[in-house]
């Protein structure tokens, strides 16, 4: 049995796309532009590319290299956010090091990177790495600084070394603030990605996308708006469900109303 | 070795007075100053020196912010002392150690995991085998009463019901000292009463000593040989009182007791005193 406001949550995310495309359609139809098609116009090119052999090695291609990037990102932060949030040393010599490059937008960065290593997967990664690694590193360090510091002692009182405490105490104490900053991170690996492969044009998802541009079929640039829209919100809600199932023991029990009326 | 002359089980005395009281805890001249953010410093604890002895239950008593919980913490090892020392068994304490067990004022379970996990987490830390460890965990949560919920994970219980869940978990791994700060603090009375009875018997049967911080006079006394009464800033010992009442103690019998009844009126009149001696400066 699925109630009233079970149903309506699930529908919502559903009703929101449909109104959307259905904004788009609409103006479209009265703008009337070329390089505007109607949503039904692009979302019927979408099989065609994904048909397509070529560009289906494209999109996969550029999967792989966002995986890689948020992957090695993810395995590099969370370590060094947690220790930055136990350790002032640690947390004293970094902190400058990130604030500097925090503000810099990571694309930025991509012409000197590719000076130095090339227009291939490895600048690429390293770009999504960079995007993604910030926040999860934030997050993790401001979930391990939130630790309660009595569950440590308890954790010390039975007999667990410095390192185990960082890896089973703080590492879980710390888990719901640094899946919060993985879910930004994965949103930003896919930007970064598209980001990559618009600057160094070679394959991927980003590089169907203009290469259309370029030739002016405006179908496929949507067709491929929506691929890769779709991708983003396929792998963040994956991600969600994920999330929610390991940190279910810290999530709130009762809603808080804004008001009592 | 020396071979043990067969006269030497005439000796044998019963369990209790057979120990030689010999100390197990030593607190030698504690001072403890905290830096407060206005920048000034606080004197929490000052001076203070107090001898434990193996086996004994201590009772803690003093007002709100008198450092109870500070002198638990540099016990324990957590904290350690602006000057003086403090010893276990001789050695001086440098850090925390399984030999004892700490239940915080505040519970700190690990919230990811469940009733029973916590519980678990001591023994299973200490190498017991996980089946042992269950068991031994399982008959700890229906000591202090919460069989049925070995499955909830922490926020799903009532403060006095992570009350009792921390003090399973502490002893589940059987530390020699156990430092309990107002482990009862949060419970109605009848389960208070419930597990004061607990703790006397398993304090009864296995002799742990016991660091037992608490605002209750009539818990202090009910349960302890030894009462320290702390006098607020700075936080000092005013007085150490034995309590000579006989063991094992049945609150029915001892509530009747007139020696238990004097023992609460004249630690409550030199609290009183020393208000008033307070409030008069
Ligand atoms: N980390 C700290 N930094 C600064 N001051 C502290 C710190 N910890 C404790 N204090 C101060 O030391 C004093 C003693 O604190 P403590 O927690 O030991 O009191 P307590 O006797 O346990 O009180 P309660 O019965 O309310 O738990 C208090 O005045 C408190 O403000
Ligand atoms: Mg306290």
Redesign the pocket.
């Known amino acids: 049995m699925i109630s009233p406001t079970a149903l309506t949550r699930r529908a919502a995310p559903v009703l929101a796309c449909i109104g959307l495309l259905a904004v788009w359609q609409v103006a479209s139809l009265v703008l009337k532009n070329d390089s505007f098609p109607t949503a039904i116009e692009a979302i019927r090119a979408v099989p065609d590319i994904l048909g397509d052999k070529e560009a289906l090695i494209n999109i996969l291609a550029s999967l792989r290299r966002m995986a890689m990037g948020f992957g090695v990102a993810v395995l590099f932060s969370i370590p060094l956010g947690l220790l930055m949030g136990r350790s002032r040393a640690v947390a004293a010599f970094f902190n400058p090091l990130l604030m500097v490059i925090y503000p810099v937008p990571k694309a930025a960065l991509m012409p000197i990177i590719m000076l130095w290593l090339g227009v291939g997967d490895v600048t690429k990664t390293l770009v999504i790495f960079l995007g993604v690694s910030l926040p999860v590193i934030y997050h993790s360090f401001e979930g391990a600084k939130a630790v309660e510091e009595k569950m440590l002692w308890s954790g010390a009182a039975m007999g667990l070394s410095p390192l185990q405490r960082l890896v089973r105490i703080v590492l879980p104490a710390a888990l719901p603030e640094i899946l919060t900053g993985c879910r930004t991170g994965l949103v930003l690996a896919l930007i970064t990605m598209i980001t990559s492969e618009m600057i160094a044009r070679q394959s991927g998802a980003g590089n169907i996308l203009f290469n259309a541009l370029d030739m002016g079929q405006y179908d496929t640039v949507f067709a491929m708006i929506i691929i890769v829209g779709a991708m983003g919100i396929c792998l963040d809600a994956i991600f969600e469900r994920i999330r929610a199932r390991l940190v279910r023991w810290s999530e709130p029990q009762f809603d808080m109303p804004l008001s009592f009326s | 070795m020396k071979v043990v002359p067969s006269r030497s089980s005439e000796w044998v005395k019963p369990v209790a007075s057979q120990k030689p009281a010999s100390a197990i805890i030593e607190i030698d001249r504690v001072s ?1 100053v ?3 953010s206005a920048r000034k410093d ?1 004197l ?1 604890l000052s001076d203070i020196s107090l001898t434990i002895e193996e086996g004994a239950f201590v009772s803690i008593l ?10 638990l913490y540099i016990v324990g090892g957590f904290v350690s002392p602006t000057s003086g020392a403090a010893r276990i068994k001789g050695q001086a304490i440098t850090g925390p150690g399984p030999d004892r067990g700490p239940v915080f ?1 505040e519970f700190a379970l690990f919230p990811w995991k469940t009733v029973l996990g916590n519980v678990m987490y001591g023994p299973r830390q200490q190498g017991v085998r996980a089946s042992e460890a269950d068991a031994l965990s399982r008959s700890l949560i229906e000591m202090v009463g919460l069989k049925g919920y070995e499955n909830f994970y922490p926020k799903e219980l009532s403060g006095g019901m992570k009350q009792r869940v921390a003090l399973a978990r502490t002893l589940a791994y059987h530390p020699e000292v156990l430092l309990m ?2 482990p009862f603090g949060a419970l109605d009375a009848h389960t208070r009463t419930r597990l004061q009875n607990d703790l006397l018997n398993i304090w009864e049967r296995d002799r742990k000593t016991v660091l037992f ?1 608490t ?1 209750s006079v009539d818990e202090a006394v009910f349960l302890s040989d030894k009462v320290v009464m ?1 006098s607020k ?1 700075p ?1 000092r010992i005013r007085q150490v009182i034995d309590i000579d009442l006989p063991r094992p103690r049945r609150r029915s019998e001892l509530l009747l007791d007139p020696r238990y009844q004097k023992y609460v009126v004249d630690i409550e009149r030199m609290f009183d005193e020393s208000d008033e001696a307070g409030s008069a400066t």
């Open positions: 403890q905290f830096q407060t606080h929490a003093g007002p709100s912010g008198c450092g109870k919980s500070t002198l004022q700060d107002e911080v605002h702390m800033s936080g």
